[in-house]
């Protein structure tokens, strides 16, 4: 997708706020690494932050399935003096960039899970339901399957497991029982039409509460469309394997299902010798960081470092 240098720049300014990037910064010694990988590099927001404290001599690489994205984080960071490169790639893959470019081992790993507020905004990606939009939620616009094609063509039970097991929805079957008798008269196609069927499905003491009715089924379907915890789960266990002796991995995290594959990871290696866990507890927004961002609120940060050269 091609910007205007205007639009890009609008784009940018808009959606600056790097989740807990003091912590960050401070947590894998960003200053001190000589290679650092972004595996959800997004619009640049975090890499901004990064390459502002490394050294002249080191590497920056930042990865994301979101060409869009990338477009703007790569004119974002063109006035940067640094060495850096930006890579269109699913994270589970991060084993192949490095490879790529002829790199054996980084020192940092950086993962801001989730979507971003600039995904959000775009109504066409479909990801929100506040605004009305295509059922897509395809973060690589080149994977074949949408939000649309779960929506229309899954059974009532399958997306009654989608639903409770990637959005932990109560009311589930209720809302699959409505889709399907909802499709039979014409497909479900826009984020709006779907997002009303969901809050008739519930009770409606529920359809005005403080989490708007459709946030977890969005949830589950944006989840599945893009294989994220299966992904995460892949990019976590590669990230390890790539560490230098001292290296950092830090997870952001914005939901129980995300924060629980990365604690038992950690756990995982931990008991194994390969990491030392820095973040006993997942460290969250102070609250001011809360106040200027509120989307921060929910995110969880944990950190670990590799202890054992073999894996």
């Given at each position: ?56 001599d ?12 990338l477009?703007?984080?790569s ?21 192949k ?6 790199i ?34 395809r ?5 074949f ?13 399958e ?6 097991k ?9 809302i ?9 008269n ?30 977890r ?5 944006r ?7 299966e ?15 001292g290296?950092?991995i ?6 129980s299902?995300e ?12 008991a ?10 997942p ?26 050269c073999?894996?």
């Amino acid at each position: 997708m091609i910007f205007l240098e205007s639009s890009v720049k609008e784009m940018a300014d808009k959606y600056h706020y790097p989740v807990m990037y003091r912590e960050v910064l401070e947590l894998l010694n960003v200053g001190t690494k000589k290679v650092v990988v972004d595996c959800t590099v997004g619009i640049g927001s975090h890499a901004h932050k990064l390459l502002g404290v490394m050294r002249p001599d080191c590497f920056y690489i930042g990865i994301d399935k979101d060409q869009d994205s990338l477009d703007i984080a790569s004119n974002k960071l063109r006035g940067l003096k640094r060495n850096f490169t930006l890579v269109k790639e699913d994270f589970s893959n991060l084993d192949k960039v490095l490879k790529n470019l002829g790199i054996e081992g980084a020192d940092a790993f950086l993962f801001d899970l989730g979507i971003s507020s600039y995904q959000l905004s775009d109504p066409h990606r479909g990801f929100s339901f506040l605004k009305e939009g295509p059922l897509d939620m395809r973060m690589d616009r080149n994977s074949f399957l949408s939000a649309y094609d779960l929506i229309n063509n899954l059974s009532e039970g399958e997306l009654v497991n989608i639903f409770r097991k990637f959005g932990e929805e109560r009311y589930s079957k209720r809302i699959a029982n409505s889709l399907i008798k909802a499709r039979k008269n014409k497909p479900v196609s826009t984020t709006t039409q779907l997002a009303q069927i969901i809050k008739s499905s519930i009770p409606v003491k529920y359809q005005y509460s403080r989490i708007n009715p459709a946030t977890r089924v969005f949830q589950s379907l944006r989840i599945t469309v893009n294989r994220e915890l299966e992904s995460l789960s892949k990019g976590i266990t590669k990230a390890v394997s790539l560490l230098n002796m001292g290296g950092r991995i830090g997870v952001i995290s914005f939901h129980s299902l995300e924060d629980r594959i990365v604690k038992h990871k950690f756990r995982e290696y931990s008991a194994q010798g390969f990491l030392n866990i820095i973040t006993k507890k997942p460290l969250q927004p102070l609250d001011l960081e809360v106040e200027e961002n509120p989307p921060s609120r929910s995110a969880k940060l944990r950190v670990a470092e590799r202890s054992s050269c073999s894996i």
